[in-house]
């Protein structure tokens, strides 16, 4: 194993997952790093769904416009290596080892200077911004981890920002309401930098409009700036016309299916045009290009076409919402059996309320992740919601072995959900069969 990757371990294991709101460590580092985050421009995205998949379609259409693109998102699914994208290759074990080395010794630097322990994530953030210096990344997508206001990312000053649906999630750390969570997440705005806002609930919208006008921002709707209508819809993707004032595009096929990934394209398209504006022109084949191309997974994948297996990272309330939707907009309404396991910081009941009219047969598992709930916690939680046929399974392949035969024997499809790092495991296990 390479030195880079050994120390992006180490960061794992002694880093916990955890979360340490704030910009004052990270820009120690950065600033010991020659601040390589001022070496590219940056389209800068927030939000609780969507975001990545906005991210996604907009590094692939970006790149397709001819620029020296890179992305950064997480978390990731197999491979700490799919973070961070350059030119729309992950990044190569060779070039992640040479900036590593980089961060590595401003981090102990720093951490013994100022007597700091700088989180995983934050160590991530950093990397990717001398990765895309040595790279020669020109122009950067970036996704924020968590929040907005005091996310490691938001060191950027941004070309554009872009906030995409809020919902209630990290509650413990961002507010309990969708106002205050919004005002969080706008805290990616910056003064006289448009932002871009996808579709959102009224009191979050009020929240972000707010923001932007206190920091002289442009405001940007999407929803009412671009139309998007689906005129097919099935589980390897969906066909859409998609029409702004400034253009109008041919039906183009994008290959990712879910209902929600309408509305992330149409706040996609309102920040390429806002892209466009600040003199970084897109034109109308790339859009096209970019869209049919982009690649997302984990998002309503169908992972196995006999029987159909959806690898879907919802984890929240409005993502179980939009699963369910997307379900039923693919026409697959009966026989669905479910494989899920969450996280402990994740609203799992409300999860699997919404998800249980559509369930006929279920499987708890735990997730690979050290916040996991138990496969029998998960299980109760599947009870309490009203799913009447559940089994608790000590491994995800056992429990993927049962529902694919039993899809098969009964005509029905399973779906795999409720977390990003239990899909990534699903992923590499169905590909490894």
Known sequence: MKKSITFLARLAERQRFGMKPGLDSIRSVLSALG???????????????????????????????????????????????????????????DALETAAREVEAAVRTVEKRENIELTYFECLTALAFVLFRNEGVKLAVIETGLGGRLDATNVVMPVVSVITRVGLDHCDWLGNSLGEIAREKAGIIKPGRPV????????????IQDCAAQRGALFMDAESLVSVTVSRRTLDGQTLHIATPEMDLPPLRLPLAGAFQAENAATAVAALEAVARCGLPVSETAVVEGLASVCWPGRFQLAVAAPPVIVDGAHNPDGARALVQSLKSCRVRNNVGLVAGFCGDKDAASFLRVLAPVVKRAWA?????????????????????????????????????????????????????????????????????
């Open 35 to 93: 601040n390589p985050e001022r070496d590219s421009a940056a389209l800068h995205i927030a939000g609780t769904n969507g975001k990545g998949s906005v991210a996604a379609m907009c590094e692939s259409v970006l790149r397709c416009a001819g620029y020296p693109v890179g992305r950064y998102t997480s978390p990731h699914l197999i491979s700490v290596n799919e973070r961070f994208l350059v030119r729309g290759q992950p990044a190569t074990d």
């Open 365 to 433: 598992v735990a997730v690979p992740n050290p916040r996991s709930l138990s496969a029998d916690e998960t299980a109760g939680l599947m009870r309490e919601a009203g799913m009447r046929d559940v089994a608790t399974s000590g491994a995800l392949g056992a429990a993927l072995t049962q529902a694919q035969a039993w899809a098969t024997e009964g005509g029905g499809s399973v779906v795999i959900c409720g977390s990003l790092f239990l899909a990534g495991a699903a992923l590499s296990l169905l590909a490894r069969r």
């Open 196 to 207: 871009v806002c996808g579709a959102m609930p009224g009191e979050a919208r009020a929240v």
